[in-house]
């Protein structure tokens, strides 16, 4: 590898640890790692992350170098951590949560109840359209702690 191609993955590797690691797409990339190239060839902005908020894109602004703005809220509301949890009586075993999740962190067999493994689940809300019953809710991630 070149040396531009080092430093190259040097800021890639930057960018993604300061990103949220929420994979959730807001972004219009497919997780945050994309999400990271794409700034460090300056094909996208330091505002696209809802999930790291206004905070997260001072952080990416200051990492490349480039004014500082907020993110863009047209891209979906900056929310505190959340992680999924469904809802046993009215899970119904489809897997279309488990197909849905980005992160692996929904278990589960066909026709089985299902359940997400909290410490995993980014919040990204991805499994909420999925799921055709609507068993899944999202809790604040300290509340979740709280009652484990």
Not at 127 to 145: F, G, K, N, S, Y
């Amino acid at each position: 590898m070149r040396n531009d191609e080092d430093g190259g993955l040097a800021l890639i590797e930057r960018l993604d640890r300061l990103l949220p690691q929420t994979q959730c797409g807001q972004c219009g990339y497919p997780g945050c790692r994309p999400y990271a190239e794409a700034m460090s060839r300056s094909e996208a902005g330091v505002d696209h992350c809802p999930p790291g908020g206004d905070a997260g894109a001072r952080a990416l602004a200051h990492a490349l170098g480039v004014p500082a703005r907020p993110y863009d809220r047209s891209r979906g509301a900056h929310k505190p951590p959340q992680v999924a949890v469904v809802v046993e009586a009215d899970c119904i075993g489809c897997t279309k949560c488990i197909q849905a999740c980005p992160v692996d962190a929904i278990i589960g067999g066909a026709k089985h109840m299902h359940v997400v493994i909290e410490p995993l689940c980014t919040g990204c809300e991805l499994c909420l359209p999925a799921c055709p019953v609507d068993c899944i809710v999202l809790l604040p991630a300290t509340a979740v702690e709280a009652t484990a």
